[in-house]
């Protein structure tokens, strides 16, 4: 009689190690599937941001090499 108790509850514990397991495994993957969405949007977001910055620099750039920048600088200077 005790034997059939140890072997259910052998089979009990068993099946919900396993169960549980696979669990853990379906958890972890969502997990890291869910952490590389936010990566990606993340790192969209930050080249956008870097394109604009680019943009920026280049008008910025072309401001400042203008003969007229200088002529202006120079009289707001006297």
């Known amino acids: 009689m005790e034997q059939e108790y140890a072997i259910l509850a052998l089979v009990i514990i068993i099946t919900v190690g396993t169960t549980a397991t696979e669990m853990f495994k379906h958890y972890v993957k969502s997990k890291t599937s869910n952490l590389a969405d936010n990566h ?9 941001q870097n394109n604009e910055l ?3 620099i280049a008008t910025l750039e072309k401001i400042v090499t203008e003969p007229e920048y200088d002529l202006k600088q120079q009289i707001n200077s006297l």
């Open 40 to 48: 990606s949007h993340e790192l969209d977001a930050l080249r956008q």
């Open 54 to 56: 680019k943009q920026r």
